[in-house]
């Protein structure tokens, strides 16, 4: 399967998976048309599915007018079908479904929103995470709980090491600046720092990140360390409430 990912709006990244067999192709999310139909046209793909993870309208607002250009079939979660116009289908954890030869499992991970979900394609080593997990960083807690929140990050860092995530947006260099005030003495978490910034000055991606980069420098991934809750003062807190203690700080940044 071939992954392509550009930017949308200001700061949001569409994708695109193709299966090379059947010529099937997905939009994760929809941000907005019209980078959609770029990024089709460039690759030579025609749209046959979107794939939508939460219901904000930065990543549901093109869905309307790629629907009606291309008839697409419409995937999305189950407990937001509400609020998303156009679904198709709708699915929540434990679903799993074929795209094209591959096996796509759905993952709930609330918090950003109450309905939010994750695609996991197991044998392409891959996840689509829209706003939950982001690249040394995590979605604001909006419509859920801290504890929620926690639980869909807990989940998604027990997927194999090695699986890429795409996420919705480019936030990693601040996000990077962030994660430093809180574990300033993480080797890792400097070097990747150093890695990411000349990335952004050179007008590239920092996206995928992966599972095991993310345990090894991500603040919000990381509660049970010894030197994060020193530093926050939780030193027998649960690992939700270090989380909460982040995010709060992250809030006020």
């Not at 399967?1 to 709006?9: A, E, G, I, K, S």
């Not at 890429?164 to 430093?180: D, I, M, P, R, W």
């Not at 599972?211 to 003062?233: C, H, M, V, W, Y």
Request: net charge neutral.
């Amino acid at each position: 399967m071939d992954v392509f990912q550009f930017p949308c709006l200001k700061d949001n990244y569409g994708v695109l998976i193709h299966d090379k067999a059947t010529g099937l192709t997905a939009a994760i999310d929809a941000p907005e048309a019209e980078p959609v139909r770029r990024a089709l046209k460039e690759k030579g793909w025609t749209l046959t599915h979107i794939l939508v993870t939460h219901h904000h309208a930065d990543h549901t607002q093109g869905i309307e007018a790629l629907k009606a250009e291309s008839k697409c079939t419409v995937i999305g979660p189950k407990a937001e079908a509400a609020k998303i116009k156009g679904l198709d289908k709708t699915v929540g954890e434990g679903d799993t479904f074929k795209f094209g030869g591959t096996e796509v499992r759905v993952l709930d991970t609330p918090g950003h929103t109450a309905g939010h979900i994750t695609y996991w394609m197991p044998s392409e080593t891959v996840a689509f995470a829209g706003d939950t997990l982001f690249a040394v960083g995590c979605g604001r807690v909006i419509e859920g709980t801290m504890e929620m929140m926690w639980g869909s990050l807990a989940k998604l860092a027990k997927l194999p090491g090695a699986t890429q995530v795409y996420c919705g947006h480019e936030y990693t260099l601040s996000n990077v600046k962030f994660a430093l005030t809180i574990e300033p003495e993480n080797e890792a978490l400097k070097l990747r720092a150093a890695e990411i910034e000349k990335l952004i000055a050179a007008g590239k991606a920092t996206l995928p990140t992966r599972i095991d980069i993310e345990l090894a420098t991500n603040p919000f991934l990381r509660p049970q360390s010894p030197a994060i809750r020193k530093r926050l003062g939780l030193e027998t807190a649960a690992d939700w409430q270090v989380f909460a203690e982040v995010r709060e700080r992250k809030n006020r940044s």
